[in-house]
């Protein structure tokens, strides 16, 4: 720096100035000299703390022979040694990292403004820095003005950042979700790479699509509708669409979309979107498994339904049974005699045809005998329900025992035009059955389903082998006709003793009951469903093995 003006007030005042001496004798008196001095030591006052008080550090060397001949404190300060330590040396090796002659300023008359450099400290550490560098004159020699500002702190923030910026970057890139952001007209501005991945398209290709282009037509109108109450509710939310992939595929997601805004001007719009292509299979899944579940729970209460019904039946048909056979016992006796009474009386007429009393008489016997025939009847078939009818179990061949049931039918069948279809089946073992009985069970159901289909009906008929796990082997038996059908209020009734929707003269009401009681001493089952107007099915099911055999 310029050696300090030096001056006294005395008359033979000198100021020495750079290469010369001036009297100020003549300027003794002068009072304008005083005032000059005191803007001098004001200035010289304010540089002085400026210089000490700025938080940059600074450092004057001489440009010739590049030795510190001033310095600052902050400068001291990140150095880190006192003033006495510094002044004096060469600033290269000790602040500067540039070797002796290769001084980018001196040498190499490089322009430093607010450049990166490196500080050396006296602990051989080094400091980054921002350097401006000046070259000025001080006392008639040529000095480097070098002024830096530690940015240490701004180096690690901005690496902090880098490594920020780089996870986050690794995040977008790596991330199975799609993350795009869309202008306000709806054109893709960046998108990440899962977009190639789940959709097929490259980046490049999703720079030239609106939104819209990649949802599947018929959601468009929904999406749209959905982001424009989103945006005027200025709240971020989710939305459900389905986007269309590049080989077609439709591509069902859920996005989360928010608003980017700048003094309440929409500027874009960030999206984030899932591809739930699994969510939704998983939750078509359980609707199916629901609905599986929900028919199993249907299906169950059916069969309970059912088990109740035939619980109800078994206890009625019980006590039924008991009158039953009572009835028939006590029925049978009476009308044994009245079918010999009619047989003397006949024979006794019949020498006396001729006369028209003895005539009219012979026809009152007859209706007599028919009566007392169908009483017979009535009875034999209480017997067949009571249990008290024999049962003589043999290997029976139930196909054989269809086709027999079936022939008793034949002119019927054939009279009315009846289509009786025997349905493909698997070979059937012989199963432990009594072959009159099952003939009489086969017939009488066959007989209903002959009386219930129209001429030219139709009656199928399918043979087919029950090996569940939990059941004993069994053999199921189904007739279905496509005759008028069975009110669903008559079907708790069809087993009941003497219920008939029949004429009289077509029957007693003692079918099904004799079949029930058949079944039973099977240790078989028997359903009946119907729907009126399309027909009725019976099903059958026997075991192939007697328990108690």
Known sequence: MDKPIEYNRRAEDKINLPGKTVSLNYFGN?????YAHK???ESQERLEKIFTSVPVGILVIDAENHQIVDANP???????????KVLGNVCHHFVCPSEKGQCPITDNNRHIDNSERKLLTLDGKTIPILKTVAMVGIGGRKHIIESFLDISDLKRTKQK?????KRYRDIFDNVSDMVHLISPDGFICYSNPAWEHVLGYSREEMTHFNITDIIAEQYRKSFMSTVARLSAKQKPGLVETV??????REVPVEGNINFQKENEVLTGIHLVWRDITARKNEEKQMELLNRKLEDMVEEKNRQLQDAQIKLLRAEKMATISGMAHGTAHELNNPVSGILCAVQVLRE???LLLNDKETIKAAQWLEAIERAATRCVKIVNDLNVFSDHEKTTFLKTDIRHVMNKAAENLTEELLERRITLMHRPSPPLHKIDADPWQIEKLLTNVLHNATRAVPDGGRIEVELSLLNEIDAPKSVRISLRDNGCGIPKANLSKIFDPFFTTWAIEKGTGLGLT??????????GDMDVFSEEGVGTEVV???PCQQPDL
């Open 161 to 165: 950042l880098l490594e920020s910026e």
């Open 243 to 248: 986007f269309m992939a590049k080989d077609g």
């Open 74 to 84: 902050k400068a001291l300060e990140m150095i880190g040694g006192r003033i006495e």
């Open 30 to 34: 002068d009072p304008s000299l005083d």
């Open 348 to 350: 006794s007429k019949q």
């Open 514 to 523: 004799v079949c029930y009681g058949i079944i039973k001493r099977h240790h």
């Open 540 to 542: 059958i099911t026997l």
């Open 39 to 41: 803007v001098m030591a």
